[in-house]
């Protein structure tokens, strides 16, 4: 049976004084912190709406956060500056690294490792626990954009923006593939729970679906948006994902057809304004946020059910 999608926009967030760029998942579902182009990182509570914490303030755009569950920090990629690493609870540093003089696009880690994209096209993996630099991989001139980790594969994938997506293993680090994946910079990378699918969206509007265990063979591809896709993210279940665009809207979509379900914008949602630059669909009354150009974050409730 067709799939209905209810949409409510539960509340809005504001604070930020430049354009929000992250969301990232904090120690329990109801808590995420956000970063923007005002230097400032915040700390919300879903079930407190608006009562924003500071966490802290950086002299640059932030466009990269990775909360770190066994120790309880928070990364922050620091434009022109490297990476912080602070307490959220105490609101204390950490550590701060000079790593990049460039900008950093994204973090992520497994069990042992930080992985750190910067705008220079290098890939700097960071031991955890020392915060000591363990390698430098630089497969592009090109900046490196987005990673996803697959722990079920053991791969970490890698989108750039010489169009194409780079596959290194987890442990060794070495290149296992390589493949112009768009027709500009790949700016999202999602695995699928299952960790079956790496999903991609670009610059160039498409979102692509590759088969991780047939060599990353397309599987799927579409025309998913007007403008670049910013980013991607599954539900919680993984039965859906949504994807956010510099088009102003956000698409929801089911996982296993890859069928779309809903278009919320500012016309039918009270939706973004400008660009749509993350998501985040969380466990808490599975609530979803997205932030924006516009200097917001939006919270909606999504509601599935079967078409009558």
């Known amino acids: 049976m067709p799939t209905k999608v209810q949409v409510e926009k539960r509340s809005t967030f504001t604070g930020h004084r430049d354009c929000v760029y992250t969301l990232e998942p904090a120690a329990t579902p109801n808590l995420f912190f956000s970063a923007a182009g005002d230097g400032m990182v915040v700390q919300w509570d879903l079930s407190r709406p608006d009562e924003g914490k500071l966490i802290a303030r ?19 990629g620091q434009n022109f500056e490297g990476l912080h690493v602070v307490d959220p609870d105490s609101l204390r540093e950490v550590k701060s690294l000079k790593l990049t003089a460039a900008a950093i696009f994204d973090l992520k880690s497994d069990d042992t490792n930080l992985f750190v994209a910067t705008g220079d096209g290098v890939l700097i ?3 955890q626990e020392t915060f000591a630099v363990r390698k430098h ?5 090109k900046s490196v954009r987005c990673l996803a980790v697959n722990r079920r594969s053991g791969e970490l994938a890698v ?8 596959v290194f293993d987890l442990d060794t680090f070495a290149p296992k593939y390589a493949f112009a994946a768009h027709g500009n910079s790949v700016f999202t990378l999602q695995y699928s729970p299952d960790g079956q699918y790496l999903l991609s969206g670009s610059r160039d509007a498409h979102l ?20 670049a896709i910013n980013h991607l993210c599954f539900s919680p279940d993984g039965k859906y994902f949504l994807t956010g665009s510099m088009d ?10 890859t069928r ?10 009270a939706g973004h304004g400008t660009s749509v630059n993350k998501l985040l669909w969380t466990a808490y009354q599975d609530l979803a946020v997205s932030c924006s150009d516009d200097r917001t974050l939006s919270v909606w409730r999504l509601a599935f059910g079967e078409e009558k």
């Open 159 to 166: 989108g750039y923006s010489d169009h194409h997506i780079r």
């Open 125 to 127: 993996v960071v031991d």
């Open 58 to 76: 950086v002299p640059a755009s932030v466009y990269a956060l990775h909360y770190l569950p066994a120790s309880r920090q928070l990364c922050i």
């Open 248 to 257: 102003k809207s956000i698409k929801v979509w089911d996982a296993e057809t």
């Open 260 to 269: 779309l379900l809903k278009v919320i914008d500012r016309a039918r949602h």
């Open 137 to 141: 991989l630089k497969a592009s001139d």
């Open 208 to 227: 692509k679906i590759w088969d991780v265990s047939n060599h990353y063979i397309l599987a799927h591809a579409v025309v998913a948006h007007m403008y």
